[in-house]
């Protein structure tokens, strides 16, 4: 495995591969901190490709709050480590000044409920203006075959997703499942953060998503019936969620029944700590489309 710093050298390395006949690049881009989430989307590409490719980079355009930022946990040393062992052949870690060097003037914006609702709207705009910059550039960067994301952002799929074909970036996007610890948290690096008591806490998002499945399954299709569940399950550990939404999986426009498949999102501080989770939750059976 190789470490690189900058898209000259990434393309060299990948360009020699290519020539040996190694020709299918699966790309899975990180922050870094990587965990089992992160170490399942690996897996996911090195099932698929000749060569994976691995970024680190603590893209700062997309945090709205510099003690966020700040914060980040930053551990290449290991990172290089869970990569190699997981089947990773190039990390690309550029610096800041390589992503955007002096100059740098560009910034790739989508409009409408994509990126306007849900992280958009308790981040404000800019948030996806700096994914959906850093991503194009790193998809242009590498020339992957595939890019591999974790459900967990579920928006910032749909983002990518939209953007790649929007400017015809020859680039599959693949959503791997959340990746969740046995208690049912879903893996984040924010996690280490959380105190033991918060982390215990923090549980209730995904039980409040485990209770707004049952209720559906139960035959009930009212959102707000459904979001009552979903609140009082977070309200028991003390939870005050920043959104609990219920959308269309696909547009992110508001649900108005549980008949089809919905999107339920939460964002919510535990403690210090920023968390996101979400699920799509299915009609109960004789329910889909309205149908008795």
Known sequence: MKIVRTVQELRRELGAARAAGRGRVGFVPTMGALHEGHLSLVRAARAESD???LSIFVNPTQFTEASDLSAYP??????????????V?????????????????????????????????????AHFDGVATVV?????????????????????VLVVTRMVAD????????????????????RSSRNVRLSPEDRERALAIPRALAAAA?????????????????????????????YLAFVDPASL????????PVLCA??????EVRLIDNAVIEPAAGTEGGAA
């Open 74 to 87: 930053r551990q290449e040393a290991a990172d290089a480590s869970l990569a190699e062992g997981a089947g």
């Open 136 to 156: 194009a550039k790193l998809l242009l960067a590498v020339g992957a075959d595939a890019a591999y994301f974790g459900q967990k952002d579920a928006q910032q």
């Open 167 to 186: 400017l015809g970036i020859p680039t599959r996007i693949v959503a791997c499942p959340t990746s969740r610890d046995e208690d049912g948290l879903a």
């Open 253 to 260: 426009e508001p649900a108005r029944t549980m008949d089809a």
């Open 89 to 125: 052949d190039l990390i690309f870690a550029p610096e800041a000044s390589e992503m955007y060097p002096n100059g740098f003037a560009t910034t790739v914006h989508l409009s409408g409920a994509l990126t306007e609702t849900l992280e958009g709207a308790a981040r404000g705009g």
């Open 266 to 271: 939460i964002a919510a501080r535990v403690g």
């Open 51 to 53: 060569v994976v490719v």
């Open 214 to 242: 049952r209720a559906v399954a139960r035959g009930e299709t009212a959102v707000e019936a459904v979001r009552r569940v979903a609140a009082e399950a977070l309200a028991e550990s003390g939870i005050e969620p920043e």
